[in-house]
C-alpha cells in the first residue's frame, strides 16, 4: 500500500470531518465505534502490509481470514476505546491515544519497527537529543494528519454521556457483546488464526495502538518497586600474580554503539572502513554475538554476570555487576559516557558525562564526536587512585537514524550519503555509504584511544577492549535500525565487533601466548564473555568468575 496515497487519503477524510456538519450529540459508544473503526483503517498500515504479504488472498479463504482479522481489530479497539471513553476525561485521554498512535504508526512504516516492552523501556530510557533525532517533517505530517485533525474533531464534539449507572450497564452491555463476537470470529477461523500467530508471533506487536497500551502495560507492570542492589560476592581481590606485575594495569574499556560486525573491515568487509586498525596489533574476534539488539538491554547485560541466558531487566537492576566487583577488588572505575547513560551498570563508579563539555573543537550545535571521550583523558588517569586502573567510553558510535551527524565532515570518505533521518527517502547506497562512514569514524577514534594507550605504556601495562552493544538493520528486508524482538532479529543486529589491543609489555606480564589467541579469533563468542575475561585480564580471582567463559584464559601460561 502507498504510504502517501494513505496519507492524503486520510487528510481528505480528516478536513472533511473537522468541516463537516457534525452531529448535536454522539453516544459514547458511536464514538467509541467511530474512533476504533479509525484506528483500524488509517493507523495499521504496517500491520496490513505484513498481514497482506503472509495471507494467501488469491483463495477466497484468505480474503474472508482478512476480513476476519479486520473485525476482530475493530471489535478490540472497541473495548479499549469504551474503557477510557468517561465523563471528563474522553477528550484528553483520546487526543493523548491518537496522537501517540499517530506517531507510533510513523515509526512503524517508516523504519518497520514493532512496539514491545523493551522499546519502551528504551524510549523512557533516552534523552531528548536522542528523541530530537528522530523528529523530522514527515513525523509531524503523521501527527498533524492522524493526531492533531481528529483531536480537533474529537473536541468540536458534545459526547452524550447516561447516568453513571445507566452508562457502565451499556458499557458492560456492548463491550461484552464485542468479546463474545471477537472470540466467535476468532474460533471461527481458529485453525487460520493458530497458524498466521504461531508464524509470526511479532505481528501482534504491530496492531497499533494497543501493541503500545500493552507494551507499556507491561514496562510498567516489570518495573516493580524500587530495588536493593545485592553484591554478587564478598571476595574480589587481586590474585598474586596481578599483585607481583612490577608495573600496574591500565585498561580502556569501549563499549560501541549500533555497529555491526560485518561492517567492519577486519571482518572482511569489502571496503575499508578500518585502515587504522588494520595497522595495529589487535586480535579481533569476528564471530560475536550480542546479548540484545538494544542499548536497554545489551549494556546492562553484557556487564552482568547473568549471561544472556539468565538475564533479565529486573534481575541486572537488583544485583551489582562488572564494574562493582572490579572495584571491590581496590580498582578505580571511571566512566565516560558520549551516549544517553550507563544505563545503570556504572551507579557505585565515578561517571562522567563529556557532551556537557560542549567543547567546540569536538561538538557541532547538535552533538559531540566522539573524540570527546579522550578529552583530557591524561588529567582524568592522574586524578584516579588506585594502582590498576579502568576507563570505560560509552561511544555514541553509529548511532541512528541520523548516521550523518555522527562524524566530522572530514570522515565522509562514502559518498553520496543519507542527510535525513528519514532513511525511506534515500537509496539503499546513501544509507549505507552513510553508515559505513560512522565505522569508518570510530576506526579513527578506537585508533587514538590505542595510541593514547601506547603514550602510557611507559607507566602502565595497557589493554584494550572494543565490544559494541547490537547491529544495525540498514534495509534488509525493508528492516532499519535495531531493536527488533532477539528471536526475530536478523543477524545484521546480532552480530557484532569485539576485539583487543594489549600493549608488549602487558602480553609479557601476563604470559599471553598472542599465536593462541590469534587461532582463536573465529569461535564463537557472545557478550557473556565480556565479565569473565575482563576479570581474567585485570588478574582479579572472585567466587563470580568463570574461568570456561574467559577468552583469554586458555591462551596463558600459567
Ligand atoms: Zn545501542
Redesign the pocket.
Given at each position: 500500500m502507498n504510504l502517501e496515497f494513505s496519507l492524503k487519503k486520510l487528510a481528505l477524510f480528516s478536513s472533511a470531518a473537522t468541516n463537516a456538519h457534525l452531529p448535536e450529540k454522539i453516544g459514547s459508544v458511536g464514538l467509541s465505534l467511530s474512533i476504533s473503526f479509525l484506528l483500524v483503517a488509517f493507523y495499521n498500515l504496517a500491520f496490513f502490509n505484513a498481514a497482506i504479504a503472509i495471507i494467501d488472498l488469491s483463495s477466497i479463504r484468505g480474503v474472508f481470514f482478512l476480513l476476519n482479522i479486520a473485525l476482530v481489530l475493530w471489535l478490540l479497539n472497541f473495548i479499549f476505546i469504551s474503557l477510557i471513553t468517561l465523563p471528563y476525561l474522553a477528550k484528553p485521554l483520546l487526543a493523548f491515544l491518537l496522537i501517540v498512535a499517530g506517531s507510533t504508526a510513523y515509526f512503524m512504516d517508516a523504519y518497520g519497527v514493532v512496539i514491545h516492552r523493551l522499546m519502551i523501556q528504551n524510549a523512557m530510557e533516552t534523552d531528548f537529543s536522542e528523541t530530537k533525532n528522530l523528529i523530522n517533517a514527515k513525523l509531524i505530517l503523521y501527527i498533524a494528519v492522524l493526531g492533531v485533525i481528529p483531536t480537533l474533531t474529537i473536541f468540536r464534539l458534545n459526547i452524550d454521556f447516561l447516568g453513571l449507572k445507566q452508562e457502565l450497564v451499556r458499557k458492560l452491555k456492548f463491550t461484552g457483546a464485542a468479546l463474545i463476537s471477537s472470540v466467535l470470529l476468532i474460533l471461527c477461523m481458529s485453525a487460520d488464526y493458530a497458524s498466521f500467530f504461531r508464524n509470526h508471533k511479532n505481528i501482534r506487536q504491530m496492531a497499533n495502538p494497543l501493541n503500545v497500551v500493552y507494551a507499556t502495560a507491561s514496562f510498567f507492570s516489570n518495573r516493580g518497586n524500587a530495588t536493593v542492589v545485592a553484591p554478587i560476592e564478598h571476595d574480589a581481590a587481586i590474585n598474586a600474580l596481578g599483585k607481583s606485575l612490577s608495573k600496574p594495569t591500565l585498561l580502556v574499556l569501549v563499549v560501541g554503539?549500533?555497529a555491526r560486525a560485518d561492517h567492519f573491515s577486519t571482518n572482511g568487509y569489502s571496503r575499508q572502513t578500518n585502515p587504522l586498525l588494520a595497522r595495529q596489533s589487535i586480535i579481533n574476534f569476528s564471530n560475536v554475538t550480542s546479548c540484545g539488539t538494544?542499548?536497554?538491554v545489551?549494556?546492562p547485560c553484557m556487564f552482568s554476570a547473568l549471561g544472556r541466558a539468565g538475564y533479565s531487566d529486573s534481575k541486572a537492576k537488583a544485583q551489582e555487576g562488572l564494574l562493582d566487583v572490579i572495584k571491590h577488588a581496590g580498582i578505580d572505575v571511571l566512566w565516560r559516557d558520549n551516549?544517553s547513560s550507563c544505563k545503570g551498570t556504572c551507579n557505585r563508579v565515578d561517571y562522567e558525562d563529556v557532551q556537557h563539555l560542549a567543547l567546540p573543537d569536538h561538538c557541532t550545535d547538535v552533538e559531540c564526536f566522539d573524540e570527546i571521550l579522550l578529552h583530557d583523558l591524561d588529567k582524568k588517569l592522574a586524578a584516579m587512585s588506585s594502582r590498576d586502573k579502568v576507563i570505560v567510553l560509552h561511544q555514541k558510535?553509529s548511532?541512528g537514524p541520523d548516521y550523518a551527524d555522527r562524524y566530522p565532515k572530514g570522515f565522509a570518505t562514502f559518498t553520496p550519503v543519507c542527510n535525513t533521518n528519514q532513511l525511506h527517502n534515500c537509496s539503499k547506497e546513501e544509507v549505507i555509504n552513510a553508515y559505513d562512514n560512522t565505522i569508518h569514524y570510530t576506526d579513527y577514534f578506537l585508533n587514538s584511544a590505542i595510541e593514547w594507550l601506547k603514550q602510557q605504556s611507559p607507566q602502565y601495562n595497557t589493554a584494550f577492549i572494543y565490544l559494541?552493544?547490537?547491529g544495525e538493520s540498514l534495509g534488509e528486508n525493508g528492516l532499519y535500525l535495531?531493536g527488533m524482538p532477539y528471536r526475530f532479529a536478523p543477524k545484521e543486529q546480532k552480530h557484532v565487533p569485539f576485539l583487543f589491543w594489549f600493549s608488549e609489555g602487558f602480553t609479557r606480564a601476563n604470559a599471553i601466548d598472542s599465536q593462541c589467541l590469534q587461532r582463536s579469533t573465529t569461535k564463537a563468542y557472545s557478550h557473556d564473555n565480556l565479565f569473565h575475561t575482563t576479570l581474567g585480564l585485570l588478574n582479579i580471582s572472585t567466587n563470580v568468575y568463570r574461568d570456561n567463559l574467559d577468552m583469554v584464559k586458555p591462551c596463558r601460561a600459567l
Open positions: 554503539e549500533t538494544e542499548t536497554a545489551s549494556v551516549n558510535g548511532h559494541s552493544d547490537h535495531h
